[in-house]
T-cell receptor, first 114, second 114 residues
Framework: QQQVRQSPQSLTVWEGGTTVLTCSYEDSTFNYFPWYQQFPGEGPALLIS?????DKKEDGRFTTFFNKREKKLSLHIIDSQPGDSATYFCAASKGTGNTGKLIFGLGTTLQVQP | DPKIIQKPKYLVAVTGSEKILICEQYLGHNAMYWYRQSAKKPLEFMFSYSYQKLMDNQTASSRFQPQSSKKNHLDLQITALKPDDSATYFC?????????????FGPGTRLTVL
């Protein structure tokens, strides 16, 4: 059973639009949530991350929101650009006894049309 | 200059053979990891090391053996290769191990087992 679920599986938006990607999880002991961006043939690149003590974190055009009660998070990309076309992964890790293990979702493939 | 080097970029092996995947990081990090990415599956955590000591092993098979000869090296030896081992293997590193240590990924080694 998938511990971290992402939706949608794929998404197309127009240049300049706002992209919204969502992620949900079951394990309430997860408390660190990074988002990664991956281009074909490359490794995942850390985009933004949030701890469960926060509900929002912003970095330029990228904002992640966290809802602890609903066990959901989202990634918003404003003014989406063709260069943002990539696969986006959310991940989660636990607090106590953590060994650095990140649990990833299946990813959302984003295409930004000019 | 690349901060995490993985060699080779592509690797083709025959069933039953043994291969070593190389990873070196030049970020000055103390923790290193291996993940595997297969088609239709999420990125899967394999191992984590901190200060050259094994922290976590989530790999069921002993055919996968990490080797840390230096602080900034974490190679992955795979023996008795099977077609199911075909995947892209990513090395990652972080300043420290633990919950919210930001992990940076290398470009990956794509392994094909025939």
């Amino acid at each position: 059973q998938q511990q971290v679920r992402q939706s949608p599986q794929s998404l197309t938006v127009w240049e300049g639009g706002t992209t919204v990607l969502t992620c949900s999880y079951e394990d309430s002991t997860f408390n660190y949530f990074p988002w990664y961006q991956q281009f074909p043939g490359e490794g995942p690149a850390l985009l933004i991350s949030i701890l469960s003590v926060s509900d929002k974190k912003e970095d330029g055009r990228f904002t992640t929101f966290f809802n602890k009660r609903e066990k959901k998070l989202s990634l918003h990309i404003i003014d989406s650009q063709p260069g943002d076309s990539a696969t986006y992964f959310c991940a989660a890790s636990k607090g106590t006894g953590n060994t650095g293990k990140l649990i990833f979702g299946l990813g959302t493939t984003l295409q930004v049309q000019p | 200059d690349p901060k995490i080097i993985q060699k080779p970029k592509y690797l083709v092996a025959v069933t039953g053979s043994e291969k070593i995947l190389i990873c070196e990081q030049y970020l000055g990090h103390n923790a290193m990891y291996w993940y595997r990415q297969s088609a239709k599956k999420p990125l899967e955590f394999m191992f984590s090391y901190s200060y050259q000591k094994l922290m976590d092993n989530q790999t069921a098979s002993s055919r996968f053996q990490p080797q840390s000869s230096k602080k900034n090296h974490l190679d992955l030896q795979i023996t008795a290769l099977k077609p199911d081992d075909s995947a892209t293997y990513f090395c990652a590193s972080s300043q420290t191990g633990g919950r919210d240590a930001e992990q940076f990924f290398g470009p990956g080694t794509r392994l094909t087992v025939l």
